[in-house]
């Protein structure tokens, strides 16, 4: 994945694209032991606000039954239900489709088919389908690995607010992927994501400060972040 920084392809156990009602959470892709290692994330939450918003009272429920049907393992009901929502232009339920491609839950295990549905999702606003499909590009996963194609998702995910978006542009601008390397502008994405609480965007921080990376060596200002 990020070269600079990742050894591999590791993924966290039992975070794979893991759908889950549990509040907004991220899977990482990791390799080495090293601060700056934590690598390119991926949203793995089934229901969110901006999959919310857009549902209308006559999809909401369909919505909460294809939750429950993956819940309980009815995985094909899950999916079911998923596509007649996503032929109907619900966001979360293309994004969720995408999940299901990816986790291969329900479905052959198909990462061309999930940057499908992540892209629908994406271009109708969904900050988390625009997030998995920059990583999925960033990772070369259903498609050919494309650093300028993950910026720009991950570009407009970060416009949405999405924290791990804007760690994952600091990753890039740190590792030099699909932009030029600048430690000025990956401590600068790294803070936006922190300033929302992103713990790994913290550890970075620090690492970058006692590193004299982008900024000046600080080992005082370093310890305020680890």
Not at 45 to 50: E, M
Not at 66 to 73: H, K
Not at 139 to 151: I, N, R, T, W
Not at 192 to 215: K, L, Y
């Amino acid at each position: 994945l990020l070269g600079a920084y990742l050894n591999g392809l590791g993924l966290t156990d039992g975070a794979v694209y893991y759908i889950t009602k549990a509040p907004p959470s991220e899977m990482t892709w990791l390799s080495e032991p090293d601060a700056l290692r934590h690598g390119i994330e991926l949203s793995a939450q089934k229901t969110q606000s901006d999959a919310k918003q857009e549902l209308s009272p006559a999809l909401a429920g369909p919505f909460e039954d294809a939750l429950a049907a993956y819940d309980r393992g009815d995985y094909a009901t899950a999916f079911e239900l998923f596509s007649n929502l996503a032929a109907k232009g619900a966001a979360g339920a293309q994004f969720n489709l995408g999940l299901m491609y990816a986790k291969g839950h329900g479905v052959p295990q198909d990462y061309a088919e999930a940057i499908k549905w992540y892209r629908s999702a994406a271009d109708l606003g969904h900050s988390a389908s625009q997030l998995n499909l920059g990583s999925l590009y960033a990772g070369g996963h259903g498609a050919p690995q494309d650093y300028a194609e993950a910026m720009k998702w991950y570009r407009r995910a970060a416009d949405n607010g999405a924290a791990a978006a804007q760690f994952n542009l600091g990753l890039m601008y740190a590792n030099g992927h699909g932009v030029p390397q600048d430690y000025a502008e990956a401590i600068k994405w790294y803070r936006v994501a922190a300033d929302q609480g992103h713990a790994n965007a913290a550890a970075n921080i620090g690492f970058m400060h006692s590193h004299g990376q982008g900024v000046p060596r600080d080992g005082a200002e370093a310890s305020k972040w680890y």
